[in-house]
């Protein structure tokens, strides 16, 4: 039988005319078909070609869906899409472009996110109005265009381009796709650091891309049974069994392939994917040493985020809550409480010490942006039937019951630089489609800080104490990531298993 012949729309005029502005959706459709064809057709040139189209659309056409749900469900339905075209883009060794659509497609949910609900609550000053403007002119341009010609396209594209142009640029990064190419990543990277970016299915394949000032190299790894490898991991830790055979397996499998690359590092970056959020990497063990006794650690949610970051500020005042009184004895931290004394102490006049009744909810949201650095040290809840409901538990008062939920967290006055949650399970967040984190973390790094350390597992007071002392004892004259490193090695000897030591992680800054 002789194989099909593809004809190729010439510029996909006739479908463009015909279905972008009516029907979006089966647009984008027809692209990824006729790029699958073309792929088997062996033109990946043509093939690639449709799958951008496809994304394009895909990243116009979120507006039309209402709801946080439904907008990161469609963008999740069309993450093949950006696999397939990362895939073809690296199969052909085009190994910067399938790093920048890497970074386009983990953009994705968050942005949906947050630009369906405008903001979690009530805004002030002049970036409400320009963020409901935005969002008027985006839905706009992803409606049907009753004039159905491009001079009526191109219209509703320049008043959201205006639209747009009036946000601020964190407020702008955050509604729009607008990452980083490979350029400006590797700019953003300081000497001796390399950034190591997964992306996969989840299932057989993984990529790695390994970035640092000069070069971009990609990897190819075996993703068959990593998500129980990492379940696995993180049970014998919770259950203080032996851990170090399958942390070194998982390191083999996911540093081996460049060690040579990584081995003189100053400072790892890692954009995990999928299951990858749920790893300690610090643990990961190369025969002779934790990952953490080689370098400093720090994860980013995606690369692009180097450019929205704020620089950590030396100095700024401290605002401490510790052991807020939740109303049950049985849920009492008297070490997190020792822990604020201390750590408020530390920093003399420069800190607020808020404790029990006091360690309120209603605090921290009118305190919040009078501190440049925040240290709560409570109960954190992680839900992952509900991960916009996940929340810190502070003391409840007649303003506010005493959740601080994520929701209320994007929507918090941070002045803060720097964020510790040393509390239980507040690193984590739910996958989402699109490998978007939503959690306690990604809550405060909108809200503004520059960097947070937060949790993957509930963790003792005993230990907390000790490593969080540590932290602001080498913080006060070393990088975040740094003071972070050396703490959990000053509580790796005198608590071993990393159930202790390794639950903290660093996101943002260093």
């Known amino acids: 039988m002789d194989s099909p012949v593809i004809c190729p729309i010439p510029h996909g005029r006739l479908v463009e005319d015909r279905l972008a502005p009516q029907n979006p959706n089966l647009l984008i459709a027809v692209h990824h078909d006729l790029g699958r064809l073309a792929e088997r057709a062996g033109d990946a040139s043509l093939a690639i070609d449709h799958y951008r189209k496809a994304i394009r659309l895909v990243e116009q056409s979120r507006a039309t869906f209402s709801g946080e749900s439904a907008r990161i469900g469609f963008v999740g339905d069309k993450e093949v899409i950006y696999r397939d ?5 690296s199969e052909g060794g085009r190994v910067e472009e399938a790093l920048e659509f890497t970074e ?12 369906s609900r405008e903001r979690f609550g009530p805004q002030e000053g002049d970036e409400a109005p320009r963020l409901a403007e935005f969002i008027r002119a985006d839905e706009l341009l992803a409606q049907p265009s009753p004039a159905r010609t491009e001079s009526e396209f191109a219209r509703r594209r320049g008043q959201r381009t205006t639209a747009l142009a009036k946000l601020s640029a964190a407020t702008r990064a955050l509604v729009t796709v607008e990452t980083l190419e490979a350029a400006g990543i590797r700019r953003a990277l300081d000497e001796g650091e390399v950034l190591i970016e997964y992306y996969g299915d989840g299932d057989s394949s993984l990529l790695a891309f390994v970035v640092d000032r000069d070069n971009v190299e990609l990897h190819r790894l075996d993703a068959e049974g990593l998500r129980e490898d990492v379940a696995e991991l993180r049970a014998v830790i919770a259950e203080l069994e032996e851990w170090e055979e399958i942390a070194v397996a998982l390191h083999e499998r996911l540093l081996g392939p460049f060690a040579a690359r990584i081995a003189t590092a100053e400072r790892l970056t890692i954009v995990p994917h999928g299951a990858l959020h749920y790893l300690p990497f610090n643990v990961l063990h190369d025969g002779e ?10 994860l980013l949610p995606s690369a692009s985020v180097l450019a929205l970051l704020g620089e950590p500020q030396a100095g700024g ?6 052991n807020p009184d939740l109303g049950d004895p049985s849920m009492d931290l008297p070490g997190a409480e020792e ?18 009744a006091s360690a309120t909810e209603s605090y921290i949201k009118r305190a919040a ?5 925040l240290h709560l040290a409570s109960h954190g809840e992680f839900r992952p039937e509900a991960p916009l409901a996940s929340r810190l538990l502070l003391a409840p008062d007649r303003e506010d019951d005493g959740y601080l939920t994520v929701p209320e967290i994007y929507d918090l006055e941070l002045a803060a630089e720097r964020v510790v949650l040393s509390a239980c399970e507040t690193g984590l967040g739910e996958v989402a489609n699109g490998d978007d984190v939503i959690g306690l973390t990604r809550g405060f790094l909108y ?12 963790v003792s007071d005993a230990a907390t104490q000790l490593l969080m002392t540590r932290y602001y004892e ?11 490193r050396r703490a959990q090695l000053a509580t790796m000897e005198r608590f071993p298993h990393p159930s202790d030591w390794a639950a903290f992680q660093l996101t943002g800054q260093p």
Do not use: Q, Y
Not at 339 to 356: Q, S
């Open 85 to 89: 075209l990362v895939r073809l883009l």
């Open 104 to 115: 386009r497609a983990k953009a994705r949910a968050l942005v949906d996110l947050l630009a």
């Open 289 to 298: 040493r934790t990952l953490i006794e080689r370098t400093s650690l720090r």
């Open 317 to 322: 005042s401290l605002l401490v809550l510790g």
């Open 339 to 356: 822990e604020a004394r201390v750590i408020a102490a530390m920093a003399g006049t420069d800190a607020t010490l808020r404790l029990r």
């Open 369 to 373: 942006r009078n501190h440049g650095a």
């Open 447 to 458: 809200a503004g800080a520059a960097s947070v350390v937060a949790s993957l597992w509930p």
């Open 474 to 484: 080498f913080g006060s004259d070393e990088d975040v990531a740094e003071a972070l």
